[in-house]
């Protein structure tokens, strides 16, 4: 086929330059769109990020590769059917582009655990890109010889920059460090002019917060340090407004996504600073120097897309300056030196739409959901797109005889859908967190009825045991909806049936963030008639009669067994879930820990006290047993100090950290 010979030869002809377009492209893509997947459960934004984030590294060191094998550079005029000649100079270009961009450094976890790989690749490809300028020598103006070495610079601090960002982003790095890089704050007295109730206030005080919040995320001892507990202080003294601490929590999980997955912990520094000056002055220089060289035996499109390359830098530069300006850090680092314009100026800029509004400033906005009844019968009807794919797939699974547990890993994909995390849903989470936090004192103590204790009890699973209650809760609701009962709340049900599919959506999607002792395939795929023998012992329970009094315990106890999970999770699988946009878990489980409740805190939460050899001193519990036993140890802990000043008190005579 003579047309498809010859855009095979023209492909030949301009392989590098469409290459080194489609390099600087995905940069481009990857700089505006790498910080929105921080409020997004989009698949296809994910996906789209991920396919570029993979891609811009191939196409980079592809192209050098290319690069680097063209022996026959001269210095004649570039005609059709020749390799343009300035290409070498597009070698350095393409190490800015390995660099990456401020916005996005790692994808997920892992890639900041490779750091070393990437180490070794800033080698290879620095010594590549050398041998790229070594061949040109003497074919080249001097001019335009030494613009490349600028260039080069340029290309060598950027990917230092990533190399040292991933590393500081690796989790047994971030875990192993003392949180110096956040003990360097503003005091007190800086913050005297601030609204007490505005917005300012919260970030301030959530600034002052990290040393604190990178105890509870790296899992160090609690309260090691006086300047510890006065931070554990200023959270207690706004415990009781539940939207303060929900927007300090907030940005507490956006100052960690922005510290492992993007520069912003490493462009902060003094260092970087200096870096980034000199980065930044070399491509002034190169820019210039390549103005004033001679340029008349180089192609017309060869030269534009170099400029190109130049001021598309010289853009994502100023961007990324944008960014800088936006963080909340540099906006304490110039309140505490008292450049009052300036930040002015980065507080409007941090404070807009386009940066961390307060409006938007909740980390985790939306909630995963998987009914177990599409799973079970198909039956349920299709709300999205995904689910009605699903659908068909189990339809025409049924027809050719496949095996369930063979699609299952689909129905995981499909299955799920998101819905947005309601205030009402909030403040449920936030009202549990705050009676656990007050178990010790008479009015802080609530008790849910005794069979949710005894239905736990006799469940052997946990996995089991969400299954049971959220075919229970499905079939109320269901009942609630058909009755259409006056006075019962509909935001009440909706809380329901949020939690109650977010947990189904934790145990299929997520499991390794519950207290399981079985894999999910194992629940899901669970003998029918065993798993319906519990499910059914489940629904034969004796309710109670008024079902607005049922929706109420039946809301309490989704929310206490998701502070329970929360309380057992371990640190790092929260910080591997902020790349996704964050789960609803990650931020009650932070929630919790602001209030001195979980595994890691003073106060541990167990699921029953059933057993009485598993009581303790420390330990609270979800669905206590015994009434008269919990109110009299109430009674006895309230002779002590109740707030959090009297528990660490106790912790400072005893000497102890954890009890």
Known sequence: MPGMEDLVKLFNVWEIQLFVLLSFTLQIFLFFTGSLRRHSCSMLLRLSIWAAYLGADFVAVYTLGLISRLGDITTEMHTPGEISPLAFFWAPFLL???????????????????WLRHLLNLVVQSVLAIYVFWKSIGRHSPVLIVSGVFVFVVGIIKYAERTWSLKSGCYKIFESSSGHHYKKLPHHDSAEKMDKDGYDSIVYITLCSMPRAHNIICGHDILSSEEDIDLVSSWWSIGDDSKKVIKIVGIILSVMYADLYTKALVVRTRSAIILRCISQMSAVVAFAMFFASDKQRYSKTDIAITYSLFWGGFFLELCAMFIFMMSPWTWAWLKVRKWDKLAMLSWLIFSSDLGWSEKKQCFVRSMGQYNYSSWMTGNTRARTFSQGVMAMVKWFAG???VEKKKIFWMSKLLDTECVDVDEFTMEC????IRLFRDVNSLVGYIRLSMLWNNLLASIPDFGIGIVALHVLTEKHLSEVHEANTAGVGMNMMEVCRKLSRYMMYLLATHPSMLPLSASPEAIFLKDPIELE?????????VLPSNRKKLLEELASVWARLLIYAAGKSRPERHMEQLSTGGEFITFVWLLMSSHGLGDSQLKRIGLTNTNPQERSLQQVYAFPDHEADSLEDAANSSEEPSSSEGEIGRVRERGEING
């Open 399 to 401: 027809l050719v005889h």
């Open 429 to 432: 989470i936030a009202g549990q």
């Open 96 to 114: 800015i582009h390995i660099g990456g961009q401020d916005t996005i450094t790692a994808f997920a976890m892992e890639d900041n655990n490779l």
């Open 533 to 541: 023998f519990i499910v059914h012992g489940v629904l034969g329970l």
